[in-house]
């Protein structure tokens, strides 16, 4: 007999209640049903399938994209008493892992994709008890989405050798294309996709034309004494800004994909501490980083697409709390942009062209930013949402100098 979700949510997590649609997701799971769930960043997906493997008899299979992703996640569910482990190239104990699947004494395994999808996994797969396949950030598996790994595409076998193991795909991404996709690729029906809201009420979203760059990050950070983070489009330019921001006397660091993992790993435990820091990244910081009171992110330059802005902003206010997510942008970006869709093959310009034209139309509307936001995500946004830039001053009228749309078609 199962164990009632609401005590294990308790028990087990310490948690009083689920939020929005935790509970749906977990029930339909328990049910065996296939599911699809879209959840903003900081929702709370990993509670959806690590209930279940706790509650279930068996264990369930996380296939998760970066092994650091996978690690944080791993120290969490042990520090919690959930039997966990993962096999990935820089795990030592894969015996030892392998043994306890087999014996029934693991939860949760993680494995990356292309682990997951070979042959060996799967004649492993089978001789153990499993009782679910989550497939996180599964937005992976389509070329609309904004992190495309063919590894993902491999992964279907694997679900369909084992049909009575039901599947669960979780993403924080939600467009409409990338949706279907992720249903028709994982073999998913269109009547397993729960979606919960996007809406972020406490962020104030603000948007300005780029205008000597320092200068606007030292107002900025004059107007925001909690802690933030500054992403910019290059290493290079995180050391930059790291630099001469912390002339201006605030804690200051850099984070990219480039320093040595010791100097990383450093720099984000002083940012999890610190009540003030700004970090200057690059978008290499953040996946995984559970920072409640992070009370701005400024985008240095115009990020990758709606459904990345969205991510990466998002980390401010999870506390609940009134935070700010500023983008500063200039018409080069658009040039930039337009140049990179020139490099990318033929078949992914059509995707790419519209990422872009939907940032072009975010940062140019004289309407609610919100609205543009919700919209893009299928939801339907309030008529006026009070906090953004336009709502709280509706400007008077467009620099046409700075039409995005007009740089993308020149
Ligand atoms: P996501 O993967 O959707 O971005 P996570 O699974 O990393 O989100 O969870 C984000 C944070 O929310 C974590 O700190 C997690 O412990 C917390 N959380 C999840 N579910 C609940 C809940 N029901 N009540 C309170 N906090 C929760
Ligand atoms: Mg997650």
Known sequence: MLTD???????????EAFRGVQAQVVERVLAGQPT??????????????QLPAVALPGCCV?????IALMHDQ????NALGIRAASLTSVDADWRETQDRLVAGDLDLLY????RASGDGFRALLDRARI????????????EWGHDFRPDYRLLRPLLDAFPDVPRLALTATADAHTRADILT????????LVISGFDRPNIRYVMQPRDGLKGQLREILAANPGPGIVYAPTRAATEQLAEALGQSGRSTRAYHAGLAPEVRARNQ??????????MAATVAFGMGIDKPDVRFVVHAGLPKSIESYYQESGRAGRDGDPATAILLWGAEDFARARQRIGEVEPARQAGERTRIMALGALVETAGCRRAVLLRHFGEDPPPFCGNCDNCLAPPASIDATLTAQKLLSA
Request: hydrophobic share 55%; proline share 7%.
């Open 5 to 15: 979700p609401a005590a294990l949510l308790r028990s087990v997590f310490g948690f």
């Open 111 to 114: 494995v990356a994709p292309e």
């Open 131 to 142: 009782a679910l396949f989550a497939i996180d950030e599964a937005h992976c598996v389509s």
């Open 185 to 192: 690729q994982l073999g998913i029906p269109a009547e397993g």
């Open 62 to 66: 996380v296939v998760s994209p970066l």
């Open 74 to 77: 791993l120290r969490s569910a």
């Open 36 to 49: 699809l769930a879209i959840m903003p960043t900081g929702a709370g997906k990993s509670l959806c399938y």
């Open 269 to 278: 435990a002083a940012f999890l501490a610190s009540e003030e820091m700004v």
